[in-house]
């Protein structure tokens, strides 16, 4: 019995990873539809506000509880991928001690 295969997982973790790099940062990219529009509708709303000469209060809390529900997500996404690889390397550890257990030697 060889290592479980956990490449894909890894690969899924570190994308994340980086997804989640690139929220903190305030990158666009990584959001995904209903996100992006909550933010792009924030600025919207501030700039008109600003425009109009208001405070832009309101699209600065709406743009900041945009920000953390999309890295939430994605630190949910992380520790859900974290427990599926842990599930398959305990799994492969299970059925590895079952073939030892089962030798007559």
Excluded: C, F
């Excluded at 019995?1 to 990873?17: C, E, F, S, V, Y």
């Excluded at 980086?18 to 990219?29: D, F, G, I, Q, Y």
């Excluded at 109009?52 to 994605?74: C, F, K």
């Amino acid at each position: 019995m060889g290592k479980p295969d956990t490449r894909r997982l890894d690969k899924a973790i570190q994308q994340t990873n980086r997804k989640l790099e690139a929220v903190r940062n305030r990158e666009m990219w990584p959001l995904d539809g209903r996100e992006r529009r909550a933010v792009l509708g924030a600025l919207a709303g501030g700039s008109y506000r600003i425009v109009r000469g208001n405070s832009p209060a309101r699209a600065e809390r709406q743009l900041d509880t945009a920000w953390q529900s999309a890295e939430t997500r994605l630190v949910a996404e992380i520790a859900a991928l974290h427990t599926e690889r842990q599930r398959i390397v305990n799994e492969a550890a299970t059925a590895r001690a079952a073939q030892k257990s089962s030798r007559w030697w």
